[in-house]
């Protein structure tokens, strides 16, 4: 193998260009610092997103195979990103915030562990992003919503669905309320609002769905940070204690190496270990920064379980944002059932489209020819649907760690393991329960439940204040290399019941002025 070509040194090299990394780099670039953003996929732009499910392919997973086993494996090829912007451009904009009781599991109820900060300190983290960023929603109307300051815009529209979904709820004396989503209801900083076609997941071209490409990337890039693409890191490079650079693989297979004062892994919880784990050395025997083992430990993921019906009236299901139109978390408190501890929540009224992998035909996959002819005439235009979405709590053999397997750069390929436990599952049968009987309120002719599913990726890499038993400090800072920084979801200690992505922001504002506030500190100490 040749050897690798040598770039000048920067400040700081940030891996991947999904969400966090995109974010990390317009505050670090802006700040007047000299940043490399290195992602393994394509170098998508606003025209590349065409609503179309068989295009929206393309912005999920599309690198080395990654194993996923277990006995509820993790749906990595749905839920992972591909390219500039990561698994952000391709998602839905449901920007919940964490309950106050999903940062102290442990302190509340002697389960899992307490992040090291709470909802208070994070609250204004959250404020300045859903005024930067721009939310629509009605935070009176969210009875469980926290303290916080009320959304910029007012909700999206909403169509017959939700009506007719929203009258379940009520005839069982349950709350609603709109779904707060980074989507524009209204022109909002020059971009345009929503045209209600349901196509969010296969990106959003006119920039209502608030997108790394919609200001991160090009802010970024205009601040003088080098974004490149097809751009596939091996290993992160170390010496006496600290991190040096990487070494990464061009699309034709040439080895670059790419020196830096601060390194950034922002390639996801489940490629952030990765790249940890095959940064072994001689130093580090168990992989970077992996002196306690933790590293891969405690992944996870939330349950999904669609709840479908058919209704009389026309509910025009293929309306709306794919998201939900409304939310409902009456029964999020953790403790609150008999059987089965954790939270969820109602994600009510996400937009559906014919078919595809979360389509109408798809939600009855039992059927076939007529039958699923005249199942189809009658959906399209009278379905309405709702996800219960539930809590999965950090556990070791849930994980990511890496086979024996090698791929052409002689790396060991990635492995998920996950398995939900009884507790999960009890809630999910729960709410399985309460979501046909919101159907039958609701007047539905007919209604049943979809399959066990997955969504999101959370943990890996938790923060915590005690290096024994957690990977990064508080700001995302290696305990092990002082100059080495994580970043996303894989920071999360426990990951609550509600969509990832408003909370990914909010820490990611909070520790990325942290990091900037302390350069020196992170760089030489």
């Known amino acids: 193998m040749s050897a690798a070509q040598k770039h000048e040194a920067v400040d700081a090299l940030i891996v991947g260009a999904g969400a966090a990394g995109s974010f990390y780099a317009r505050l670090l670039a802006q700040a007047g610092k000299s940043v490399v953003v290195l992602d393994a996929g394509p170098g998508w732009e606003m025209a590349d997103l065409i609503s179309s499910q068989i295009w929206s392919r393309r912005l999920r997973w599309g690198g080395e195979p990654v194993a996923s086993t277990g006995t509820h494996p993790f749906g990595y090829g749905f839920n992972a990103g591909w390219g500039l912007g990561g698994a952000a451009l391709h998602h839905y904009g449901t920007w919940p915030r964490f309950d106050e009781s999903d940062f102290k599991v442990k302190s509340l109820y002697g389960r899992a562990v307490d992040w090291p900060l709470d909802y208070a300190e994070l609250r204004p983290f959250y404020d300045r992003i859903q005024e930067d960023v721009g939310l629509s929603g009605d935070a009176e109307a969210e009875i469980w919503r926290p303290e916080g300051d009320p959304y910029p815009m007012p909700p999206l ?63 970024a890039k205009r601040a003088g940070a080098d974004f490149r693409s097809q751009s596939d890191v091996i290993r992160v490079l170390a010496h006496k204690g600290r991190a040096t650079g990487v070494v990464y693989a061009d699309d034709s297979g040439h080895l670059h190496e790419q020196r830096a004062d601060l390194v950034i892994l922002a390639a996801s919880a489940v490629h ?48 709306g944002v794919s998201g939900a139109q409304l939310s409902c978390r009456d029964g999020y408190e953790k403790d609150s059932r008999e059987k089965g501890f954790g939270s969820y929540q109602w994600l009510i009224a996400p937009a559906m489209k014919p078919n595809d992998l979360a ?27 709702m996800l219960a979405m539930g809590e999965d709590l950090p556990r070791p053999e849930n994980r990511t760690m890496l086979s024996d397997d090698r791929d052409r750069h002689n790396r060991r390929r990635v492995r998920i393991i996950h398995s939900f436990d009884g507790d999960a599952l009890a809630v999910r049968d729960h709410a399985r329960r309460e979501g046909l009987a919101v159907m039958e309120a609701a007047g539905a002719r007919d209604y049943w439940a979809g399959p066990l599913a997955t969504a999101h990726m959370m943990g890996g890499t938790p923060m915590g204040d005690d290096p024994q038993r957690s990977v990064v400090d508080r ?50 100490g």
């Not at 109408?360 to 059927?367: E, G, K, M, Q, Y």
């Not at 080495?484 to 894989?490: E, R, S």
Request: hydrophobic residues 40%.
């Open 272 to 319: 952030n270990p990765a790249i940890l784990l095959n940064s072994a050395s001689a130093d580090w025997p168990l992989g970077l920064g992996n002196s306690n083992g933790l590293v891969g430990q405690g992944f996870m993921t939330h349950s999904l379980g669609g709840i479908y019906g058919l209704f009389d009236e026309e509910t025009d299901p293929y309306l």
């Open 359 to 385: 389509g109408i035909a798809t939600s009855r996959a039992d059927l076939f020819g007529q039958d699923l002819s005249h199942f189809m005439e009658r959906a399209s235009k009278h379905m309405a649907n």
């Open 157 to 219: 529209a909403r169509f017959g669905q939700a009506d007719v979904l929203e009258r379940g709820f009520k005839a069982l004396g349950m709350h609603t309320a709109p779904m707060p989503m980074a989507i524009n209801s209204t022109w909002y900083k020059g971009r345009a609002p929503c045209i209600y076609d349901g196509w969010c997941d296969a990106g959003c071209p006119i920039g209502a769905l608030y997108n790394p490409l919609v200001r991160d990337i090009p802010e």
């Open 475 to 524: 700001y995302g800072r290696s305990h092990d290399v002082p100059n080495l920084v994580l970043a996303g979801t894989g920071l999360y200690p426990t990951a609550g019941a509600v969509n990832p992505t408003f909370t990914l922001y909010a820490l990611s504002l909070r520790n990325g002025e942290h990091l900037l506030a302390h350069w020196s500190d992170y760089v030489a």
